[in-house]
């Protein structure tokens, strides 16, 4: 059975940090793309940060130079450090595996920045 649960969301002011963490079972994890995607309400799900199997990434350029997706095969885990948070940055956030045709989603961790 596939999972993959997130964890590390929450209530953060303006400029802050959060780091979030996506902790899977079920796959072979190294093998995986992993993503971070975010929906904010009336809008559609968004890529945010991709990081590949080798440890290639790609960004939105909304979230470029603030946030830093990484992985760490041992642990099966993948990460999305988030610095200078805005209130646009307001979203659930969802992990992504992704294996050619093959892709499992988590169930999404809810960020938000206000003051």
């Known amino acids: 059975q596939v999972q993959l649960v997130e964890s590390g969301g929450g209530l953060v002011q303006p400029g802050g940090s959060l780091r979030l963490s996506c902790a899977a079972s079920?796959?072979?994890?190294?093998?995986?793309?992993m993503g971070w995607y975010r929906q904010a309400p009336g809008k559609e799900r968004e890529l945010v940060a991709g990081i590949s199997g080798g440890g290639i990434t790609n960004y939105a350029d909304s979230v470029k130079g603030r946030f830093t997706i990484s992985r760490d095969n041992a642990k099966n885990t993948v990460y999305l450090q988030m610095n200078s948070l805005k209130p646009d940055d307001t979203a659930v956030y969802y992990c992504?595996?992704?294996?050619?045709?093959?892709?499992?989603w988590g169930q999404g961790t809810q960020v938000t920045v206000s003051s």
């Open positions: 992504n595996a992704r294996l050619s045709l093959i892709q499992y």
């Open positions: 079920g796959i072979s994890f190294r093998g995986y793309a």
